[in-house]
């Protein structure tokens, strides 16, 4: 009964975050193209959201709040498969939280958040329902996003290998509908970005985590312990890496497919844990211990962001400034009676999502911060000035 108790506060306590911090943070440039962009379905859940909350961040971000909340709860669930302890399962649903891929999906609106739903989704419901079923909910996913072309390659090369022609054609299909529909390329001259993509990855998990992901999966290939699962994370973390050397890779595709290998990550280390003798366990003390540690401090810096302005010399270094300054902006606009104007093609659509139009009577130029001019509209955190921009009157006569 306790585990159930923990496991709602968990969530619940996510969640509230999760809309707290919904009102700290703009619309982004890639938000507002994917909102006003061509059509996707994840563009007219968000359409829908919005007409149920109004034009405002909330509405604009309860649909990857609820894929995040539903993707929790999933992982919970899928652990109950490869770990026995009630205790363990609540630490990997800790840690799952606490991921800062999984943060950034949570309330950032692209397609990471809808990927990791949809594949814990078919992972869980691999084991319920028939595959029928399973074919149907995979034809949607072919419609869907892009990113699920790579789980139609991970689960052909998993049929393929089990023998089950009629199931590695059918996903071969789909890879090929996926593709038309969204296009797929294999692009470019090789040009260095496999570091990088070592790098992200290290960023999504924290590098200790990602090392261990890797180890795991590669432990169980070794003891021939491989089912579905292993396959997808596998076959994708190594497609990734090989692509990596000709082009950079979208890691919002690609970086769910290592995600959903938790479990297993889990399963592993619990296993390597549990049958040692409590002399030998230190290390992994203090390897669960520093990661966790890691974790708790990229969520604080996270929900704290706007601190880091204080510190930093160059405002637009700061990693989340995208998503900062365009809401205030709006609303000083408004304030001094500025409903429409022409600027920059980026602040431009964000500002859009605020109410503020395009129009040629008046002009909007950002400058630099330490230009000071006492007309200047300004937008400041943490009584730092972070953005700073004129607003001339075209005379059109």
Excluded at 221 to 229: I, K, N, P, R, T
Aim: aromatic share 16%; charged share 15%.
């Amino acid at each position: 009964m306790t585990s159930k108790y923990i496991f709602f506060i968990l969530i619940g306590v996510d969640a509230l975050i999760l809309f707290l911090q919904t009102s700290q943070i703009s619309i982004s440039y890639e938000e507002a193209s994917l909102v006003y962009g061509s059509f996707s379905p994840l563009q007219q859940l968000i359409k829908f959201s919005l007409t149920l909350f109004g034009n405002n961040d909330l509405g604009l971000r309860f649909v990857m709040i609820v894929f995040h909340i539903s993707s929790a709860i999933l992982m919970y669930l899928i652990s109950f498969r490869y770990i026995d302890e009630k205790r363990d399962r609540l630490w990997l649903l800790f840690i799952f939280l606490l991921l800062p891929g999984i943060v950034s999906s949570a309330i950032i609106v692209n397609s990471a958040g809808v990927i990791i739903f949809g594949l814990l989704l078919f992972v869980y419901l691999s084991e319920k329902i028939a595959q029928k079923y399973l074919n149907i909910l995979l034809l949607l996913y072919s419609v869907t996003d892009i990113g699920f072309a790579y789980l139609f390659l991970g689960l052909s090369v998993y049929y393929f290998l089990t023998k089950r022609k009629i199931l590695f054609i059918y996903m071969i299909t789909l890879y090929m509908l996926t593709s038309f529909l969204y296009g797929f390329e294999v692009t470019g001259s090789p040009s260095g970005h496999f570091l990088d993509t070592i790098g992200v990855y290290s960023a999504i998990f924290s590098p200790i985590i990602f090392i261990y992901l890797f180890y795991s999966l590669y432990r169980k290939y070794l003891l021939s312990q491989v089912d579905m699962l292993w396959y997808l994370s596998s076959i994708i973390l190594i497609l990734s890496l090989i692509l990596s050397f000709r082009q950079r890779i979208p890691l919002e595709h690609f970086g769910p497919y290592l995600i959903i290998a938790l479990p297993i990550a889990a399963q592993s280390f619990i296993s390597s844990y549990r049958v040692r003798l409590k002399i030998f366990r230190t290390p992994y003390r203090v390897a669960f211990i520093v990661s966790l540690v890691f974790l708790l401090l990229n969520t604080f810096v996270v929900l704290f962001n706007k601190e880091l302005y204080r510190v930093i010399e160059n405002p637009r270094k700061h990693f989340a400034y995208e998503m900062h300054v365009a809401k205030e902006l709006s609303e000083k606009l408004k304030k001094d009676k500025i409903t429409c104007l022409v600027t920059d093609v980026k602040m431009q659509e964000r500002l859009r999502f605020y109410g503020i139009k395009k129009c040629k009577s008046i002009c909007l130029i950002q400058k630099k911060v330490n230009d000071i001019n006492k007309n200047d509209v300004t937008i400041s955190y943490k009584n730092r000035v972070v953005y700073r921009a004129n607003v001339t009157k075209i005379n059109n006569l």
